[in-house]
């Protein structure tokens, strides 16, 4: 199946820091989504992006399909964006395939 | 609307009783996954649904699980006998179409077996 590989798997991050995240990919997809797990483990939707450049406040994410890969970048971090960072895609099996996840730490 | 709906959010059972997790997807959507989250294996798709038949359930691990979709607004995933190594997040997604569309997930089952 298709392998997605996260990076990095730790992030420490000082409230107002801005970073960014990365997920590559083994093969061609037709989905791919980012989510965020939060410290009560619910999985919340951040971007549905299987190609482009999305943005939704402090948040916004961009695949390149053709290189393998998605970029999500978090700016101005506040301690709510705490938890992991999942992205996960589609290939031609039609299975949602997450990767280890980013987990994020913002402190104040 | 409401969202995935999981049921029960918490479930604590001794080793050998039978476990049922149950589903509700997004009114519409066609189909419905089951996922298990484990420190050590993180999320891994257990079996997946389109259209209320079985796909894939190539991600279950043993015959102890099994799941059933009767009709387009429920599912279940049981377990039985239950073991300690079950212990995990179960957690449910549908989508509007398989691999296509956007996957929305439940709040999770959080399941320990003692």
């Known amino acids: 199946g298709i392998q997605v590989e996260q990076s990095p798997p730790d992030l420490i991050l000082q409230e107002g820091a801005n970073s960014t995240l990365r997920c590559n990919f083994s093969?061609?997809?037709?989905?791919l989504q980012w989510f965020h797990q939060n410290p009560w483990g619910q999985l919340i939707n951040l971007f549905y992006i299987p190609s482009g450049t999305k943005q939704n406040g402090r948040l916004s994410a961009t695949t390149v399909a053709t290189e393998r890969y998605s970029l999500l970048y978090i700016s101005s971090s506040q301690t709510t964006d705490s938890g992991v960072y999942f992205c996960?895609?589609?290939?031609?099996?039609?299975?949602?395939?997450f990767g280890a996840g980013t987990t994020v730490t913002v402190r104040a | 609307d409401a969202g995935v709906i999981q049921s029960p959010r918490h479930e604590v059972t001794e080793m050998g009783q039978e476990v049922t997790l149950r589903c509700k997807p997004i009114s519409g959507h066609n189909s419905l996954f089951w996922y298990r989250q484990t420190m050590m294996r993180g999320l891994e798709l257990l079996i997946y649904f389109n259209n209320n038949v079985p796909i894939d359930d190539s991600g279950m691990p043993e015959d102890r699980f099994s799941a059933k979709m009767p009709n387009a607004s429920f599912s279940t995933l049981k377990i039985q006998p239950s073991e300690p190594r079950d212990s995990a997040v179960y957690f449910c997604?549908?989508?509007?179409?398989?691999?296509?569309?956007?996957?929305?997930f439940g709040q999770g089952t959080r399941l320990t077996v003692v």
């Open positions: 997604a549908s989508s509007l179409e398989r691999g296509y569309t956007e996957a929305f």
């Open positions: 996960a895609v589609v290939s031609n099996d039609y299975k949602l395939s």
């Open positions: 093969d061609s997809v037709n989905n």
